[in-house]
């Protein structure tokens, strides 16, 4: 049998590996060539990804430990923890009024509503015990909002650092042994 190779429309896949929508698996597959050869090709020839940035390229891997965040990255998290500040914010303000009116509304869904599963599913969203735990997500998040941004806040050394303490605060598993306690009875 004599299989002769069909030449590889480079072109093509140049152009759908800079459009970035498929994977180069998904481009190699189609092609019928391995994905390899498209990387090496895309090196060679310094093919770039539409919207993506040079060092999104590599992705780390499941052993490599989390990397540091450069300045422009910490302030998208800060954006980020900000914005979650600002909806908190405002779910609080919500459940403030809900709360305030709790009555009102309880009034208008037995005016308005006539199925009584659907009456008993809105008294239930506006029952003490959903807005308490409402009120618990809401600060949860918050705290976790708040350790985030001090995290952020620290630099590589010192999170090692407090990784490091934690880890042999006593009864911890990397703790140093203590002396053992002799017990001496002199009765």
């Known amino acids: 049998m004599t ?79 900000g914005r979650g500040r600002n909806i908190a914010e405002r779910l609080l303000d919500e459940l403030s009024a809900e709360t305030l009116h709790k009555g009102e509304m309880e009034v208008i869904i037995q005016l308005n509503e006539t199925d009584p599963d659907r009456i008993s599913a809105l008294k239930q969203a506006v029952s003490l015990p959903t807005r308490a735990k409402t009120l618990q997500t809401i600060a949860l998040a918050l705290k976790t909002m708040g350790e985030t941004a001090a995290e952020t806040a620290k630099g590589k050394k010192q999170q090692r650092q407090a990784a490091a303490d934690a880890a042999t605060a006593p009864g911890n598993r990397f703790a140093p042994r203590q002396a053992p306690r002799l017990v001496a009875d002199n009765t």
Do not use: C, M
């Open 3 to 81: 299989d002769k190779k069909s030449a590889i429309d480079w072109a093509s896949i140049r152009k759908e590996f800079e459009a970035g929508k498929q994977s180069i698996r998904a481009i190699a597959k189609w092609y019928k060539i391995s994905d390899a050869a498209i990387r090496k090709q895309a090196k060679k020839h310094g093919w770039k990804v539409a919207n993506q940035s040079q060092s999104s390229h590599q992705t780390p891997s499941a052993n490599q430990p989390s990397v540091d965040l450069t300045p422009a990255e910490q302030t998208k998290v800060e954006d980020v923890i």
